[in-house]
């Protein structure tokens, strides 16, 4: 077993996995988000068995993400939409009949994932009941189900641990940075961000941006918030952007007069570098969100149609506003509806839950000092 991740080479015999140690497939196709809830699961993993094989399926997309991952053995990219591999959907599932899984766990979910999950020739395929399954038709591909749907995401991935042997699997991630296992790698932006921000007390990141229009909070709240932190707490703000979310990060900046500013670009690796570098992330419910908690940056979340009792911040100090419990539109991209749930999401409100998620970290900061 290799502490560092590694993409899969063109081999087709595996090395032998150590006695009773057995060898394991992870699938966990995407998206960001989700692979990072899906860490605690290989956390547990490594810990039961130190010396297994584990190795992780992934949309070639996410790759970035999986390659900072520690306690893999190999990670296996495939090409999602094309249903193909670097070495085709053929070499790639040949390759992956090459290790001679003994359990394959699929924690995605979709029809798609558990035909790859059975192609694997995994001698145990392992998935959830029907009634846990985005796409239930999925659970006739399995041959043996486990786990439970209740409670935040993280914890169903843990449960399904239960069908293979792993008993009391979230006592296996108690711990951040165990339940977490991610690398942070050498990043110039952490230095240019702090060369932007200038002279001030702290550095807040602020991610606007999200794949759903419906889980974005207005971009003026966001300009007005950085004005209020830099006036009042001293606190300059770094605007977070992705594809096509250039001119949402250069809006902001103009309408906070200068209490924002637009980050670099940035990979993922240069997120997690700037997260562990953070005061504090305020965020809707999106990837970078999830992953600057993995790392333990403290977060402010902002949920509407998605419910943070099921995917919210993990660590219990970090704080969410929700109006999930009136949303009109829960679980769709757009909102349908004239009161649209993160519209009546008040400045007030996220500036008072900056400040309370600020005084539980100088807290906790106060406690490791003594």
Not at 122 to 133: C, T
Not at 154 to 182: E, M, Q, Y
Not at 352 to 366: F, I, K, Y
Request: some cysteine.
């Amino acid at each position: 077993m290799s502490d560092s991740s590694r993409t899969a080479p063109n081999v087709e015999q595996p090395p032998a996995s150590p006695r009773n140690a057995p060898a394991i497939l992870i699938v966990k196709l995407g998206a960001l988000g989700d692979i990072v809830h899906a860490l605690p699961a290989l956390a547990a993993l490594r810990s039961m068995w130190p010396d297994a094989r584990i190795d992780w399926l992934v949309d070639a997309k996410h790759l970035a993400l999986v390659e900072l991952v520690e306690g893999l053995d190999e990670i296996v990219p495939i090409s999602v939409g094309k249903m193909r591999g670097p070495l085709g959907l053929r070499r790639t599932i040949g390759h992956l009949r090459a290790r001679h899984y003994d359990i394959c766990l699929d924690l995605q979910g979709l029809v798609k994932s558990a035909l790859l999950a059975v192609a694997s020739g995994a001698r145990r395929v392992v998935g959830f009941p029907r009634d846990s399954l985005r796409e239930p038709a999925a659970r006739f591909l399995y041959r043996e189900t486990g786990g439970r749907d209740e409670g935040h995401v993280i914890d169903k991935n843990l449960s399904l641990l239960d069908a293979i042997g792993v008993r009391d699997a979230r006592n296996w991630t108690s711990h951040l940075k165990k339940a977490f296992p991610l690398r942070v790698v050498a990043s110039p932006v952490p230095a240019v961000a702090r060369s932007l921000m200038g002279a001030h007390d702290g550095l807040v990141l602020m991610n606007p941006g999200a794949a759903w229009p419906n889980k974005r909070w207005p971009a003026e709240r966001f300009a007005e918030l950085a004005r209020r932190l830099e006036a009042r707490r001293a606190l300059r703000s770094l605007v977070l952007w992705g594809p096509r979310e250039e001119s949402l990060a250069a809006t902001i900046e103009r309408l906070s007069h200068g209490a924002a500013r637009m980050a670099p670009a940035t990979e993922v690796s240069d997120l997690v570098a700037l997260a562990r570098d953070a005061t504090l992330m305020v965020s809707g419910d999106t990837g970078p969100l999830h992953l600057a908690a993995a790392v333990g940056a403290p977060v402010v979340g902002l949920y509407g149609p998605t419910d943070p009792t099921r995917n919210g911040p993990w660590h219990p100090s970090d704080v969410t506003l929700s109006r999930y419990a009136d949303c009109q539109c829960r679980f769709k991209r757009r909102c349908t509806s004239a009161d649209w749930c993160l519209g009546g999401l008040t400045v007030d409100e996220v500036e008072a839950a900056v400040v309370r998620r600020l005084g539980a970290r100088a807290e906790r900061s106060q406690q490791d000092d003594g």
